[in-house]
């Protein structure tokens, strides 16, 4: 198993510009999450996915950020417009649904400039 | 609002010595307790967990013990080894509710 992928590695990007992470889950794994790491902070959720539908975004921080699930293998966060203050680590998980324990991609390094 | 508050930053310990990681929750609604561990460029990986039915649970290593009364969580590694060195993450979720929240980790230093 290939595990949960994540691309880009890493993306650094200039203010005001959109920005789109991808992440393909492990398979057969009904839910799907989206986090990002600060130094100030830790590992915040941003939004959780179960079966393909959001259940619960109350986690993004503003407008400028938008997740989509179009299908079961395929998931991402968008933000529009990047700002400085977005710059992180964003990871990716899934799961299964009889288990709390996630599995974590390698993440997405944002540098917003 | 943090409710999972890990407050030491950074631990260092010599290889061999026990390591121990705290962790404090506030809601008292979480019954499922997990630690994590991360490595530099690389995503969380999950370590050991504890039901609130459990006041403790060992897998090797790692124990974890759980204190309801007190909110209270802690891992302990014995012996710890310079490969335990990794920033740990303690986590928290209502069974079933898969909205675990987790805490700002705590960056473990193993000495050789």
């Known amino acids: 198993d290939a595990g949960v992928i994540q691309s880009p590695r890493h993306e650094v990007t200039e203010m005001g510009q959109e920005v789109t992470l991808r992440c393909k889950p492990i398979?057969?794994?009904?839910?799907l999450f989206w986090y990002r790491q600060t130094m100030m902070r830790g590992l915040e959720l941003l939004i959780y996915f179960n079966n393909n539908v959001p259940i619960d975004d109350s986690g993004m921080p503003e407008d400028r950020f938008s997740a989509k699930m179009p299908n079961a293998s395929f998931s991402t966060l968008k933000i529009q417009p990047s700002e400085p203050r977005d710059s992180a680590v964003y990871f990716c998980?899934?799961?299964?649904?009889?288990?709390?324990?996630?599995?974590f991609g390698p993440g997405t390094r944002l540098t917003v400039l | 609002d943090q409710q999972v508050k890990q407050n030491s930053p950074s631990l260092s310990v010599q290889e061999g010595r026990i390591s121990i990681l705290n962790c404090d929750y506030t809601n008292s609604m979480f019954d499922y307790f997990l630690w994590y561990k991360k490595y530099p460029a690389e995503g969380p990986t999950f370590l050991i967990s504890?039901?609130?039915?459990?006041d403790k649970n060992e897998d090797g290593r790692f124990t974890v013990f759980l204190n309801k009364s007190a909110k209270h969580l802690s891992l302990h590694i014995v012996p710890s080894q310079p490969g335990d060195s990794a920033v740990y993450f303690c986590?928290?979720?209502?069974?079933?509710?898969?909205?675990?929240?987790f805490g700002a980790g705590t960056r473990l230093f193993v000495k050789a």
């Open positions: 504890i039901s609130s039915i459990k």
């Open positions: 398979s057969g794994h009904d839910y």
């Open positions: 986590a928290a979720s209502v069974t079933g509710g898969f909205k675990t929240i």
């Open positions: 998980a899934s799961a299964y649904p009889s288990t709390d324990t996630q599995y």
